[in-house]
């Protein structure tokens, strides 16, 4: 990661606590954002440090997000729809077995040129 990288995810982690310090009149907001941006200008290890462990914080909730995300459109969306297609069709893949041996559906299809012409 370059200087100027580390020099803009400082400032953006300054930049939040500033907002989240108008937004919350909270005083220890400030101070975070004084603390980390006196660190980071007088001490580059410790900015770098900080600059770690905020990727490393936003590598977690990430990863914590993408569930929770899937998980919603999962039960919001995914398993309303298979709920309703189930109790509306019988057997649509034909994949219960019914009184036949076989499964195997007999198609007499001739095949002309016109079913070759877009296939996919």
Avoid: C
């Avoid at 300054?14 to 980390?36: D, E, N, P, R, W």
């Avoid at 941006?37 to 462990?53: C, E, N, R």
Wanted: hydrophobic fraction near 60%; aromatic fraction near 10%; proline fraction near 2%.
């Amino acid at each position: 990661m370059s200087e100027s990288d580390k020099a803009k995810a400082q400032l953006v982690i300054v930049t939040g606590l500033v907002v989240l310090f108008f937004v919350f009149k909270s005083q220890y907001f400030l101070i975070a954002a004084a603390v980390v941006g006196v660190l980071s200008i007088a001490i580059p290890a410790a900015g770098d440090l900080i600059v770690k462990g905020w990727y490393k914080i936003a590598e977690i909730l990430g990863a914590i997000n993408g569930r929770i995300l899937l998980s919603i459109v999962f039960f919001v969306v995914l398993f309303p729809v298979a709920i309703i297609a189930k109790l509306g069709k019988k057997n649509p893949l034909a994949l219960k077995r019914e009184a036949k041996d076989s499964v195997f559906v007999e198609r007499n299809h001739k095949y002309a040129a016109k079913d070759l012409e877009q296939v996919w």
